[in-house]
């Protein structure tokens, strides 16, 4: 059965098991998702379910956004995504989403927008090695051969070069929920993200 939900990453923390374990977490407050809108198959072509996530200031949205949440009845929301659940028939618009969805000992993956580092070489951005320190080298930390310069005359794509490093789109696999309970969701290891970032969970692909 597919499950998802919307959170905000918190922070990280430790806790410890019953037996005595030391378990490093995410903490993800997982306040209620609201449905916003409910896609059917005779209507869309498919099921599915939009939910929003955070409450903002109505002075923040935009007019088609404030058609969008007055059809629905509901306040404005911060985030939207549109989860395909396999039980999205039997949801309809302002029912909630809420934490206990996923149980201790659930899997997830979690997506999330990475930590943008700004304009990096290619040694911090790929891990590439650098030249030679000594003997008037000169040349240190610089980028290495951009090809023979005749075959095939230029710069292959996939090119390992400087540029914007992390703020993508990014999803770890296979996380252990730990616990959820009171709109809050303790998962075990890091998640993509700054503090503060909203993050998407959904049961695992791979199990």
Not at 50 to 75: C, R
Not at 80 to 101: P, T, W
């Amino acid at each position: 059965m597919k499950k998802a939900i919307v959170a905000r990453k918190l922070g990280m923390t430790q806790i410890f098991s019953d037996k005595g374990e030391l378990i490093p977490v995410t903490v993800l407050e997982a306040e209620p998702n609201v449905v916003v809108q409910k896609k059917t198959v005779e209507k869309d072509g498919y099921s599915s379910v939009q939910v929003g996530f955070g409450e903002v200031k109505l002075k923040t949205v935009n007019k088609p956004s404030k058609g969008h949440f007055n059809k629905a009845n509901v306040t404005p929301r911060k985030a939207l995504k549109e989860f395909r659940l396999d039980d999205a028939a039997s949801f309809n618009v302002g029912d909630e989403i809420k934490a206990d969805v996923f149980a201790p000992g659930d899997r997830v993956d979690v997506s999330g927008v990475s930590k943008g580092k700004g304009f990096q070489g290619a040694i911090k951005r790929y891990g590439q090695h650098r030249g030679p320190m000594s003997h008037g080298s000169k040349y240190h930390r610089g980028l290495g051969s951009m090809g023979s310069g005749t075959t095939p005359g230029r710069v292959k794509k996939g090119k390992h070069m400087p540029g914007h490093m992390g703020n993508k789109n990014v999803t770890i696999q296979n996380l252990l929920v730990v616990r959820a309970e009171d709109n809050v969701l303790l998962l075990r290891g890091p998640i993509p993200g700054a503090k503060g970032s909203v993050v998407v969970v959904k049961n695992t692909v791979k199990a």
